[in-house]
């Protein structure tokens, strides 16, 4: 069927084609190498998708279900996520940055620094699993547990990786989410690095 794919900004769409699903749709559109920025995507049903390294800054995803999908390395800043579900989706990489639909996830000042002083204090960071003891934790582990009942509860309703993603952006405005899927030395190279922006002022 015929699938046309709306601007938020201007009767122009900014794709249309031959498609299953509104999903296979914005598939496709990336594959062609269409421009989805601005994108009128609101309700749709786009679970269980490969959006990775998409750019859909300034789009209206708001109601979308997006359980489950692949949103890595995606530029979603500026975009509406109210109401949208994420459970279940993979937003390492992120760029979150100006996204509205987010200010009720919790707020971690200085993130980074407090998982350096938890890792200094005795914790351990193993980027290849969420959880392995109660200080132990990946990256999003640590973020979740920093975050105390509220990122609890954010982890049951929506999964380790989106949680973890949120409360970063939330935490960090003005940065991308972190790799989730970077190696101990990197990720902590990465943690000490933001941790000493902030020190710094710079952040």
């Not at 900004?9 to 559109?29: D, I, L, R, Y």
């Not at 995803?61 to 500026?78: E, P």
């Not at 200085?110 to 290849?128: E, F, R, V």
């Not at 990122?151 to 949680?163: D, F, K, M, T, Y």
Request: hydrophobic fraction near 35%.
């Amino acid at each position: 069927m015929k699938i046309e794919i709306k601007s938020r900004w201007s009767t122009f769409p900014k794709w249309t084609g031959e498609a299953e699903s509104m999903a296979e749709a914005v598939v496709q559109a990336i594959k062609d190498g269409s421009d989805l920025r601005g994108s009128d995507l609101s309700g749709s049903n786009l679970s269980d998708s490969n959006l990775s390294g998409s750019n859909l800054r300034h789009s209206n995803l708001s109601a979308c279900d997006l359980s489950a999908c692949d949103l890595s390395d995606s530029n979603l800043s500026g975009s509406n996520l109210s109401g949208s579900n994420l459970s279940g989706s993979n937003l390492s990489g992120s760029d979150l940055r100006g996204c509205r639909g987010i200010d009720a996830i919790p707020s971690i000042p200085d993130l980074d620094g407090k998982i350096l002083a938890a890792i200094k204090s005795g914790g351990q960071l193993d980027m290849s699993m969420w959880h392995t003891c109660q200080t132990t934790h990946c990256r999003a582990g640590w973020a979740i547990t920093l975050a105390g009942d509220a990122g609890r509860v954010l982890e049951w309703a929506i999964g380790a990786s989106a949680a973890g993603a949120l409360i970063y952006a939330r935490s960090y405005p003005e940065l991308p989410v972190p790799n989730f899927h970077a190696s101990n030395t990197d990720a902590m190279a990465d943690i000490e690095s933001r941790a000493s922006l902030v020190k710094g002022g710079v952040a």
